[in-house]
């Protein structure tokens, strides 16, 4: 039956979800307590088979928005697509990439995420298994968790990092790049103060300079913290190549991976040291299958991030890392911040995640709260 489906439809759904938390990087706000957070759905069907996927339109992370990721979708991507077999995931991703072709990186990942990580959805509903058992490849059943901590004083941190604790999380990731260096330090030194023995990762998100990056990284391997993630702009090559060489903690990139091959670009220059695994930044589960492989097979340590992803996006990061057994606390924290209430089916406890065992992502999604929940974002 797989064989024999063929997509007949994509639509797309920009929902607002209700925001728990307010939440920055250095690019600015994410999330904002108060304001909906919106999250663009997209739904492809395929012999009465609909499979979903998600798209988290960050202006302060990345260019696509809400507009443009549907935009994209329904103008571009559902036509290159329609009357495709569903089972072809490599020509899908090559029809995609024909339609919106790649610029330095890649063109319009989130927008293509959504759509592949749909058709993973379906194609797995359809053989009635999850998505990381139609890899054949699935190496852990439940995930760590960590806990978001973006205040901007120590005594506000620390009143963060109890939350997190009182949550049942015991690893902690830190948002710099939104001060100054040393309010940045002192920010990272009350998380320390506060889990001695905790885990403890800090992201820069393209915040800083070589020099810059340089100096915080001598204080923040004082501070035992196990990953830099992404301190320049993800197109500085020249200056990760040097980081990487100087740095005493070992430097994880984020942004500068949108690609496979820009991977293999960094892996051939000797320029990192941590893969950061993304299913959004990448262009969905195709490409970063790819990503993970590599890094593996080149020896590069895999970490696991998100988007602030409501439960769509956040079960396909759990089938991805899962499938490539990352062992280390993954940045997946939606849950923190948005409230995905057009879901169900993926169960977290305190800093566990369980991998969903259902067909497809193993999302039961509700259309009728989707249909309510949507707003017209071109309006």
Same mark, same amino acid.
């Given at each position: 039956m797989i064989g024999e489906l063929t997509v007949e439809r994509v639509e797309t759904f920009a929902v607002a979800l209700p925001t728990l938390r307010s939440f920055g990087v250095s690019g600015g706000a994410v999330t904002v307590a108060g304001t909906p957070s919106i999250r663009v759905l997209v739904k492809v069907s395929a012999?009465?088979?609909?499979?979903?996927?998600?798209?988290?339109?960050?202006?302060?992370?990345?260019?696509?928005?809400?507009?443009?990721?549907?935009?994209?979708?329904d103008r571009y991507l559902a036509p290159a697509l329609l009357g495709r077999p569903c089972w072809d995931l490599d020509g899908a991703c090559a029809a995609v990439d024909r339609a919106i072709n790649r610029g330095f990186t890649i063109g319009m990942p989130l927008a293509k995420a959504a759509v592949d990580t749909a058709l993973h959805d379906l194609l797995g509903k359809a053989a009635g298994v999850g998505v990381s058992t139609l890899w054949g490849r699935r190496r852990r059943d439940t995930l760590t968790l960590g806990w978001m901590v973006s205040g901007q004083?120590? $005594?506000? &941190? *620390?009143?963060?990092?109890?939350?997190?604790?009182? /949550?049942?999380?015991?690893?902690?990731?830190?948002?710099?790049?939104?001060?100054?260096?040393?309010?940045?330090? $002192?920010? &990272? *030194?009350?998380?320390?103060?506060?889990?001695?023995? /905790?885990?403890?990762?800090?992201?820069?998100?393209?915040?800083?300079?070589?020099?810059?990056?340089?100096?915080l990284a001598r204080r923040l391997a004082e501070l035992e913290v196990t990953a830099f993630e992404q301190p320049l702009p993800a197109n500085d090559i020249v200056g990760l190549r040097r980081l990487a060489e100087h740095s005493p903690v070992p430097v994880a990139l984020d942004e500068s991976l949108r690609h496979p091959s820009d991977l293999a670009t960094f892996v051939r220059l000797d320029a990192v040291d941590v893969a950061i695994a993304k299913v959004q930044r990448s262009g969905g589960l195709t490409l970063s299958t790819r990503l993970c492989a590599l890094a593996e097979d080149c020896g590069v340590r895999l970490m696991g991030s998100g988007l602030t992803d409501s439960d769509l996006g956040l079960a396909a990061s759990l089938h991805l890392f899962a499938a490539f057994g990352i062992d280390t606390p993954v940045d997946l924290n939606g849950r923190q911040f948005v409230d995905s209430v057009y879901a169900d089916g993926v169960r977290v406890e305190g800093g566990t995640a369980h991998v969903p065992t259902g067909p497809g992502l193993g999302v039961e999604v509700d259309e009728s709260v989707v249909r309510d929940l949507a707003v017209d974002v071109l309006a």
């Open positions: 012999g009465g088979i609909s499979g979903w996927g998600e798209a988290t339109p960050i202006p302060a992370w990345t260019y696509e928005t809400a507009e443009s990721i549907v935009t994209t979708v004083s120590p $005594a506000e &941190v *620390a009143e963060h990092v109890a939350e997190g604790r009182q /949550a049942g999380y015991d690893a902690f990731k830190v948002k710099i790049g939104l001060r100054g260096e040393r309010e940045d330090l $002192a920010v &990272v *030194a009350a998380v320390r103060d506060a889990a001695p023995e /905790a885990p403890l990762w800090v992201d820069a998100n393209q915040g800083f300079s070589v020099d810059a990056a340089l100096r």
